[in-house]
């Protein structure tokens, strides 16, 4: 039902930031909570941000609260994952993925997840 599209990674330095984007297709966005994941070489998936499906409610990793802001635009069918203060531990292929807002028991568990995107390399250099 959903396609995931990432973009807007790339090679900042430390302390720089980048904004990704997560394109939808498909019918009914807002009843879909989104997440952002990331994976780094040799290590699991790992949790980074969600946002329920109205965009009221919002979860942070503890390793990004404070430096990356979800967000979502309904009416464009995209979420968003604003990132600042890069380090170099950010660096990591990041994910967005997509559960119906029904269909869930906890957001932060990536097997929750339905539909993912092809993911975005993001490299922090120090």
């Known amino acids: 039902q959903v396609q995931l599209v990432e973009s807007g990674g790339g090679l900042v330095q430390a302390g720089g930031s980048l904004r990704l984007s997560c394109a939808a297709s498909?019918?009914?966005?807002?009843?879909?909570?989104m997440g952002w994941f990331r994976q780094a070489p040799g290590k699991e998936r790992e949790f980074v941000a969600a946002?329920?499906?109205?965009?009221?409610?919002?979860y942070y990793a503890d390793s990004v609260k404070g430096r990356f802001t979800i967000s979502r635009d309904n009416a464009k069918n995209t979420a968003y994952l604003q990132t600042n203060s890069l380090k170099p531990e950010d660096t990591a292929v990041y994910y967005c993925?997509?559960?119906?807002?029904?269909?869930?028991?906890?957001?932060?568990?990536?097997?929750?997840?339905?539909?993912w995107g092809q993911g975005t390399q993001v490299t922090v250099s120090s």
């Open positions: 498909g019918r009914f966005f807002s009843s879909y909570a």
């Open positions: 946002i329920s499906g109205s965009g009221g409610s919002t």
């Open positions: 993925a997509a559960v119906h807002t029904f269909a869930y028991s906890d957001i932060h568990q990536s097997d929750e997840y339905n539909y």
